[in-house]
């Protein structure tokens, strides 16, 4: 490391080789050692954004397209320590759990995580300091190897379950109240601007009915609210700006999630508004949905994998 390090200083960040998974010796893998500073690491090897669900984490370019890895460290901020690596080999080119057993040899235990969405396990070599996550039935591949300190690593094995545990289905998220409010700023008599109010709420309480797009349902179980507020704003006789915005929260598998969106146009004439509203609105849902989904999916997944990362962390 130290003589990677001052070749980085001369020449700039280099590409990492990956070298065989059986030569981590505990210590050290491909020129990576646990204990490296973040900074020192990236000054060493051309990094770029985690694709891990595990904020610590660092991925690494490396010198052949068969491989991806990440470093695993202490914590986020750029101020942490190296603490683990990831390895693997992306679809197309997965190692087979037979070719890594003939490597390292017979693994020392099988345990499951608590939370999975799909079929996986893994396998551990824990007097060495490896971790494999596994899949498949007939010939079990293996999607990643997690490489730390030994000692930690069979702390953190130790916590997971020896039995198989349940798939659960896929994720899914609850968003079933609506409030909706109009900020109206028209050229109108008092009564007029109420009905318009009340009939713009009742607008984007239709829609959402209407819309009841994937993950979204209309009922009152209190699982998740989405407050819309509809604004009017007359500049002229003829010209009526138009904004909907909305927040939103729901319930995931995990726990709660939230989303923003917003959408505007304009309008000539007051007959007009209606006609505008009911597709910003309509966007603002979609949008939203759509968001909220996403984070849900992310938090699910962090839920499922950040365990598997934790096994180098004390």
């Known amino acids: 490391m130290v003589t990677a390090f001052i070749a980085a200083m001369l020449l700039g960040p280099e590409t990492l080789r990956p070298a065989p998974i059986n030569t981590f010796n505990g210590d050290s893998w491909s ?6 500073p973040e900074a020192d690491l990236k000054r060493t090897y051309a990094t770029s954004k985690t694709a891990l669900a595990d904020p610590a984490s660092v991925q690494l370019k490396v010198s052949e397209s068969t491989w991806m890895v ?29 070719d890594l057993t003939n490597d390292l040899g017979d693994s020392d235990t099988t345990a499951y995580p608590r939370v999975r969405y799909s079929s996986w ?32 690593v069979r702390r953190e094995v130790d916590q997971w379950p020896t039995r198989s545990t349940s798939i659960l289905p896929e994720p899914k998220l609850e968003v079933d109240r609506v409030d909706a409010r109009a900020s109206l700023d028209v050229n109108t008599d008092d009564l ?8 713009l709420r009742r607008e984007a309480e239709r829609e959402l009915r209407r819309y009841n797009g994937p993950g979204m349902v209309d009922s009152d179980r209190g699982n998740g609210r989405i407050n819309v507020t509809i604004s ?27 989303a923003t969106a917003t959408a505007s146009d304009t309008a000539k004439r007051a007959y007009d508004v209606m ?3 009911s597709p910003l609105v309509e966007r603002v849902y979609r949008t939203i949905g759509s968001s909220l ?3 849900m999916k992310t938090q699910a997944w962090q839920a499922e994998y950040r365990p598997l990362y934790n096994l180098t962390r004390s």
Do not use: C, F
Not at 236 to 250: F, I, N, P, Q
């Open 275 to 277: 006609q505008r509203v």
């Open 31 to 36: 020129g990576i050692k646990l204990g490296t």
């Open 192 to 199: 007029g601007e109420v009905l318009l109010a009340q009939t």
């Open 121 to 152: 396990w893994i396998e551990s070599w824990a007097s060495k300091g490896i971790v494999a996550v596994v899949g498949g039935r007939d010939n079990p591949v293996v999607y990643q190897v997690v490489m730390g300190d030994p000692e930690q």
């Open 232 to 258: 009017v704003k007359q500049r002229d006789e003829d010209k009526y700006e138009l904004s909907v915005s909305a927040t939103a929260t729901g319930n995931g598998p995990v726990g709660q999630v939230s």
């Open 293 to 295: 989904r996403d984070n």
């Open 70 to 98: 990440h470093a695993l460290v202490s914590k986020q901020g750029g101020k942490g320590n190296v603490v683990g690596m990831v390895a693997w080999r992306p679809n197309g080119s997965l190692m087979s759990l037979n």
